[in-house]
């Protein structure tokens, strides 16, 4: 059973493992020799039905709709195209305004999740181009959508999603990337900065994944609550979402992500002595404002955890208790390195737990029913 497990202890740990290949994998081929554009030749998607996109809508369950979100951002960001984000469940049951200009894109490493399918399916109805992000090539999204980009994580068992989930990230940069080369809404430039970038990522996570040992005696230290939070700005905001949907499914601690500026609305009234608190702090942009966010629940008496930047430790230390870095590379790319560390907490807070890691409890790898 090892063997098949590659010799590691479980499915997800080695999934974990294998990351750095899923990022190359989904990369290879989409990137032209020159490293500064994007070839997507299998693409139905015309350039001319591209630039008539007027909005995108994405649509997923779970960890794949946690990917949507870093996904649907750096849309935003690089082709100044509105997005709206939906979980699968609620999709059709809003009357969500769809048009032949809307693009909506399903994400889903199984390619058999219902709710995924059937707002596939609604968006189809509705005149809507579906492309749909899986990791199953021939499963029943894959066939149904009008277009598919694989992600090549290659198969994954166990229950917590983890190489799918960067890989749907790498996906989404890379179809990011060649709406912006047809819309043109960055330059070739900037393009090739940005691939460079991607290009580096996979190395990155090998570095943090030789040197686990503050995350797993970090995750021993959890193990022994039973609330915690994740805090965060902006796309640090959509990893804590992943980050703790992770750790409430394998490790049973319940936890909850708070964009941290929405904390003072209530939830803040949850924070007392002692409580775990894990504060992503990559994005620049927001950093200054997630200090003081910080401080509002130290101030509380939390036990703060900041992930973060090397250059931001030092002067994080002043207002936490302790602070992991994280390699540097684009705030946009950032999620595809700052989730690997929550990750590895999930996997060693569940292993301290004695669960059972690769099935937790009352859950199936595959949802085909809605
Ligand atoms: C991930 O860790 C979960 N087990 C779950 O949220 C999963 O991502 C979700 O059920 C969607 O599955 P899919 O990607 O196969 O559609």
Redesign the pocket.
């Known amino acids: 059973v090892t063997a098949e497990k590659g010799g590691f202890a479980h499915f997800m740990l080695k999934e974990i493992h294998e990351q750095p290949k899923a990022y190359r994998d989904t990369m290879l081929g989409r990137i032209d020799e020159s490293g500064r554009r994007i070839v997507l030749p299998d693409l139905h998607l015309t350039e001319d039905k591209i630039r008539s996109i007027n909005n995108v809508h994405i649509v997923?369950?779970?960890?794949?709709y946690h990917a949507g979100l870093v996904g649907g951002s750096v849309i935003e960001r690089l082709v100044r195209i509105p997005v709206m984000y939906d979980v699968a469940s609620e999709y059709r049951y809003r009357s969500p305004l769809i048009t032949p200009e809307t693009l909506v894109i399903v994400?889903?490493?199984?390619g058999?999740?219902a709710d995924?399918l059937a707002a596939l399916r609604e968006a189809q109805a509705n005149g809507a181009h579906v492309l749909a992000i899986t990791n199953v090539v021939g499963s029943s999204i894959a066939r149904d959508a009008d277009d598919v980009i694989n992600t090549l994580a290659g198969p994954e068992i166990a229950?917590?999603?983890t190489k799918?989930y960067t890989s749907q990230l790498i996906a989404f940069y890379l179809f990011s990337l060649y709406l912006a080369q047809v819309r043109g809404t960055q330059t070739a430039d900037e393009i090739a900065h940005i691939i460079a970038a991607m290009h580096a990522l996979p190395e990155q996570v090998e570095s943090m994944l030789a040197n686990v040992d503050a995350i797993k005696a970090y995750a021993e230290h959890i193990a022994k609550h039973e609330d915690l939070f994740f805090i965060g700005r902006g796309l640090d905001y959509a990893v804590a979402m992943e980050g703790s949907?992770?750790l409430k499914?394998i490790s049973y601690i319940h936890s909850e992500a708070y964009a941290a500026g929405e904390l003072k609305h209530g939830t803040l009234a949850l924070i007392e002595e002692g409580i775990p608190v894990i504060a992503l702090a990559t994005q620049e942009s927001v950093l200054e404002k997630t200090v003081s966010n910080i401080k509002e629940v130290k101030a509380r008496g939390a036990d703060v955890l900041a992930l973060t930047h090397e250059e931001h430790v030092a002067g994080l230390l002043k207002s936490v208790d302790q602070a992991f870095a994280i390699p540097k590379t684009l705030p946009i790319l950032t999620p595809a390195l700052s989730v690997v560390p929550l990750q590895l907490l999930a996997y060693y807070a569940s292993l301290a737990r004695g669960n059972d890691v690769d099935k937790p409890r009352n859950?199936a790898k595959?949802?085909t029913v809605e």
């Not at 997923?60 to 794949?64: D, F, K, N």
């Open positions: 997923a369950c779970g960890t794949a994400v889903s490493q199984s058999e999740t995924t229950v917590a999603s799918a949907l992770k499914e859950l595959s949802v």
